[in-house]
C-alpha cells in the first residue's frame, strides 16, 4: 500500500491524559478521518462529542443523524465520496448497524466501527461494561462474510489501533472494528501521540487506468478491487445485490460464489498479514490465558500470582480478534495442558479457541456476565485447575 | 441506405444516459417507473448539467432498480436507507448533485424517519418518488401511501389505516422545493427536476404511477392505459394549493403541481455560517 502524507491539521501531538473514548477520536482524526456520523450511546458517546468538538479547526464532517442505522449508512455514502468516515456504538446501536454493516462488506466499502462495548442483551447495562459483542461482530449482518476487529486494552492502544483499524479498513476495503468496552473507554491514562510525520497511514489503492476499462469489484493481485471515487466521471454501479466485477447484479448460484468466496478469501488468505497478539512466557508454559480487551489486564494479576505459585503460565493477548489467530493457538495447544479464557461474557471467544485448539488442549473459560471485571482470584483458580 | 435501416442505426437519445448494457431492464410492460426515468433522463440532458457529478441512489423495490440503469455514479443500496447514504455521499463530496430515485415504501415506510430528518436538516439532495400505493417488489403489499378501501395482499379485505400525503409531509418538514406529478404529465415531470435541479436543500419530487401488474390487477383498475385516463381524469393542477389539502382517496381525485418554493440555506452552509460565527478564524470551512 502507498503511504499517504498525515495531515498535521488532526494529528495533536503531544502526551495527553485521555480516556479511550477520547482517544479513539484522535486516532481517528490522526488517520485523516474527515467523515463522522453518529448517534449517542453509553458508553461511547464521549468520542462523538470529542470529534464534533474538534473537527471545526481541522475541516471536516461531524453529523449525529437519526439513529445508528443511517449513521453507518452514511459513511459507506462518505466512503464512496473518498473520505475516510467512522462511528462508535454500544450493544443497541450495533444491533441496529447490522444490515448496513453487511452493505458496506458487499460494496466492499472501508469504513470504521468502534464499538464500547456495555452488558446486554437489550438494553442492559448501559453504564457497566461487557463484552458480549465478540461474536455479532463476526457474525451479526445475515450472510457470508468476513470483518476485521481489533480489541484496545488502554486509551494509548485506543489511540493506536484507531489508526490501524483505518488502514486495514482501507487496504482490505472492508469494514473494521474497533471492539473496546465501558472499562478502557472511561478510562484515563497517558497517551503519546506521535508528530505527524511518525504516523503511517495508508493510502486507499486508487485506480489510475483508464476510465472506461474500470471494474469496482475486479480483485487485483492481492485479491482487492481498485476503488474510485463518486465524481471524478467514472459512472460506475454498485449494489447490495450479488453482483459481477462491474457491479452489476447477477442472480445466479455461479455469481454468488464468486462473490462470497472472495469477500471471505480476501480476509482468510491475508490473515497472517492482519494477525497481531501478543505473547509472553509461552516457550515452556503448560497454561496459556487467551484474553483481549479490559479482560487481558485483569488477568495479568492472575498470571502473576499464579507464577508466584510456581505455575508456568504463558499469556495471548489479542490484538486482532478476528481473523482469529487460529494458527497460534494451533501450535500451542500441541505443548500446553490447557488454555485459560476469561472473558466479559458467557463463552464467545472461548468458542474459537476450542475450535482452533481441535481437542489437543482443553479451553477452559472464566465467565463474568458483565457489569464489572473479573476478580483476578477467579482467574486464577482456572489457571491452578487448568495446570493440574 | 433505406430510411428503415437508418432509423434502427440512429442512437436512441437515451443511449448516453442509459446502462444498455443492461437493457431489457426487470419492469412489467405497463408500468410507470420507465416513464419517471425517460422524463429524468429528459432533464439531464436539458440542464446540460455535468453528469460525471450527478449521483443517484435508490434503496430496494421496483423504483429500487432505477439506479442499476441510470449511467451515472449509481447506488443500490438497502430497503429504506437511500436518503441516509446520499447524505453521506452529499456531505462527502459537496460538488456533487445527489438525486435519489426510489418507492414509496422505501422513502416514507421503512425509510420515513431519514426523509423527515433529510428534510428538517434541508440535506441538500433531490428526492424522486415513485408512489404506485404499494409494495411492489414483493407482490403488492400494504404501503404507507396505499389509499383506504383500496385492496392490497396484506390488506386482503381493503386498507383502514390513514395513508401518508407525501407532498403535506415534505412541507411539514422543512422541503425547500415540493411537487407531485402523475406519470401521465412526461413533461412537467421533466421541468420539476429540471427546476429542482436549480435549487439547493432538500428537494422532493412524488410522481405517482401504476403497478399495472399488481396494485392495478387486484383492483381490477384496468391496464396501463386505463391508469393514464383516471390520471387525466381525476388529476387537476394547483400550483401552490395548501398541502394539507392533498390527500388522495381511492380512484379519487389527485392534486398536483407545484407547492412548495422556498429559499433556505441547506445544511452544509448553514454550517459554515454558523461556525463562522462561533469560531472565527480558526474554523477550517468545509466543502466550500
Ligand atoms: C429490511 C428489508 N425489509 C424488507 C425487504 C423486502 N422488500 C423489498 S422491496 C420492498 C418494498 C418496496 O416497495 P416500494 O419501496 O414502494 O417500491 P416499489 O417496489 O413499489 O417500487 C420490500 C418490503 C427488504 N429488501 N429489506
Ligand atoms: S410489479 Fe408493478 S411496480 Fe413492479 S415493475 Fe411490475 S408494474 Fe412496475
Given at each position: ?9 488532526g ?9 479511550g ?8 482524526l490522526?488517520?485523516?478521518?474527515r ?11 464521549e ?24 449513521s ?44 464500547v ?16 459483542d465478540?461474536?455479532?461482530?463476526r457474525?451479526?449482518?445475515h ?10 486494552d ?18 482490505y476495503?472492508v ?20 508528530p505527524?510525520?511518525k504516523?503511517?497511514?495508508?493510502e ?13 469489484y ?5 485479491m ?70 479490559i ?5 495479568y ?8 505459585a ?51 488442549a482443553?479451553?477452559i473459560?472464566?465467565p ?7 476478580n ?5 483458580k482456572?489457571?491452578k485447575?487448568?495446570?493440574? | ?6 432509423a ?5 437519445p ?26 429524468f433522463?429528459?432533464?439531464l ?5 455535468d453528469?460525471?457529478k ?15 440503469y ?12 437511500a436518503?441516509?447514504?446520499a ?5 462527502g ?29 434541508n ?10 400505493f ?26 383502514f389505516e ?23 404529465h ?17 428537494r422532493?419530487?412524488?410522481?405517482i404511477?401504476?403497478c ?12 396501463g392505459?386505463n ?28 392534486i398536483?403541481?407545484?407547492f ?7 445544511f452544509l ?7 463562522k ?7 477550517v470551512?468545509?466543502?466550500?
Amino acid at each position: 500500500m502507498k503511504k499517504l502524507k498525515v495531515d498535521p491539521k488532526g494529528v495533536l501531538t503531544g502526551a495527553h491524559y485521555l480516556d479511550g473514548d477520547f482517544a479513539i477520536a484522535e486516532g481517528a482524526l490522526a488517520a485523516g478521518c474527515r467523515f463522522f456520523a453518529g448517534y449517542p450511546i453509553t458508553p461511547s458517546t464521549e468520542t462523538a462529542e470529542r470529534f464534533a468538538e474538534r473537527i471545526p479547526f481541522v475541516g471536516g464532517i461531524f453529523i449525529q443523524m437519526e439513529d445508528e442505522i443511517a449513521s453507518v449508512t452514511a459513511l459507506i455514502g462518505a466512503s464512496w465520496a473518498g473520505k475516510k468516515a467512522m462511528t462508535v456504538t454500544s450493544g443497541p446501536g450495533f444491533s441496529l448497524m447490522m444490515e448496513n454493516i453487511g452493505l458496506a462488506a458487499m460494496m466492499e466499502t472501508p469504513i470504521v466501527i468502534a464499538n464500547v462495548q456495555r452488558g446486554g442483551p437489550s438494553t442492559g447495562l448501559p453504564t457497566l461494561v461487557g463484552q458480549q459483542d465478540m461474536m455479532q461482530v463476526r457474525w451479526g449482518s445475515h450472510g457470508d462474510y468476513k470483518i476485521i476487529a481489533l480489541s484496545p486494552d488502554s486509551p494509548q492502544e485506543c489511540f493506536d489501533l484507531t489508526i490501524q483499524a483505518f488502514n486495514l479498513s482501507e487496504t482490505y476495503r472492508v469494514p473494521t472494528f474497533i471492539m473496546t468496552d465501558e472499562c478502557v473507554g472511561h478510562m484515563h491514562e497517558k497517551v503519546v501521540i506521535p508528530p505527524a510525520d511518525k504516523i503511517e497511514v495508508v493510502e486507499r489503492k486508487w485506480y489510475e487506468g483508464p476510465k472506461e476499462k474500470y471494474l469496482p469489484y475486479k480483485p487485483d493481485k492481492d485479491m482487492i478491487p481498485f476503488m474510485v471515487k463518486a465524481g471524478d466521471g467514472y459512472r460506475f454501479h454498485t449494489t447490495g445485490l450479488t453482483h459481477d466485477e462491474r457491479g452489476y447484479p447477477v442472480i445466479n448460484a455461479e455469481c454468488q460464489d464468486w462473490v462470497v468466496r472472495h469477500l471471505n478469501d480476501k480476509i482468510t488468505k491475508n490473515a497472517e498479514k492482519i494477525i497481531k497478539y501478543e505473547e509472553e512466557q509461552t516457550d515452556n508454559a503448560e497454561v496459556v490465558v487467551v484474553s483481549y480487551g479490559i479482560t487481558s489486564r485483569v488477568a495479568y494479576r492472575a498470571v502473576q500470582l499464579a507464577r508466584k505459585a510456581g505455575i508456568k503460565v504463558g499469556t495471548l493477548r489479542l490484538i486482532t480478534v478476528w481473523p482469529f489467530p487460529e494458527k497460534r493457538i494451533k501450535e500451542l495447544a500441541k505443548k500446553v495442558k490447557a488454555f485459560v479464557v476469561p472473558e466479559i461474557n458467557y463463552g464467545q471467544m472461548v468458542l474459537e479457541v476450542e475450535r482452533a485448539a481441535a481437542g489437543k488442549a482443553p479451553a477452559i473459560l472464566v465467565p463474568h456476565c458483565g457489569g464489572w471485571v473479573h476478580n483476578p482470584e477467579d482467574i486464577l483458580k482456572a489457571i491452578k485447575e487448568a495446570a493440574k | 441506405m433505406s430510411k428503415d435501416v437508418k432509423a434502427q442505426e440512429a442512437k436512441n437519445p437515451m443511449e448516453d444516459f442509459l446502462r444498455m448494457d443492461r437493457i431489457p431492464h426487470i419492469w412489467c410492460s405497463g408500468c410507470g417507473i420507465g416513464v419517471v426515468v425517460t422524463s429524468f433522463v429528459d432533464a439531464l440532458r436539458k440542464s446540460e448539467i455535468d453528469l460525471n457529478k450527478v449521483a443517484i441512489v435508490s434503496g430496494i423495490g421496483c423504483t429500487g432498480r432505477v439506479a442499476g440503469y441510470v449511467k451515472l455514479d449509481s447506488f443500490h443500496s438497502t430497503h429504506g436507507r437511500a436518503i441516509p447514504f446520499a447524505t453521506g455521499l452529499k456531505l462527502g463530496n459537496p460538488e456533487m448533485q445527489v438525486v435519489v430515485f426510489s418507492g414509496d415504501g422505501d422513502i416514507a415506510g421503512i425509510g420515513g424517519n431519514h426523509f423527515v430528518h433529510a428534510a428538517r436538516r434541508n440535506m441538500d439532495i433531490l428526492v424522486i418518488c415513485v408512489n404506485n400505493f404499494n409494495y411492489a417488489m414483493t407482490g403488492g403489499q400494504v404501503a404507507a401511501t396505499s389509499p383506504i378501501n383500496a385492496n392490497l395482499s396484506t390488506a386482503p379485505y381493503g386498507n383502514f389505516e390513514y395513508p401518508f400525503s407525501l407532498p403535506y409531509l415534505a412541507d411539514a418538514c422543512g422541503a425547500t422545493y415540493v411537487a407531485r406529478w402523475t406519470c401521465l404529465h412526461i413533461r412537467r415531470v421533466t421541468m420539476s427536476i429540471q427546476e429542482a435541479f436549480q435549487k439547493k436543500g432538500f428537494r422532493f419530487i412524488e410522481v405517482i404511477a401504476p403497478c399495472v401488474t399488481l396494485y392495478a390487477r387486484r383492483n381490477r383498475l384496468g391496464d396501463g392505459l386505463n391508469l393514464l385516463k383516471y390520471y387525466h381524469d381525476n388529476s387537476e393542477i394547483r400550483h401552490g394549493a395548501d398541502t394539507r389539502t392533498l390527500d388522495i382517496g381511492y380512484q379519487g381525485k389527485m392534486i398536483v403541481g407545484k407547492f412548495v418554493d422556498r429559499e433556505k440555506p441547506p445544511f452544509l452552509e448553514c454550517m459554515n455560517t454558523h461556525m463562522k460565527k462561533a469560531l472565527g478564524d480558526k474554523y477550517v470551512p468545509y466543502g466550500e
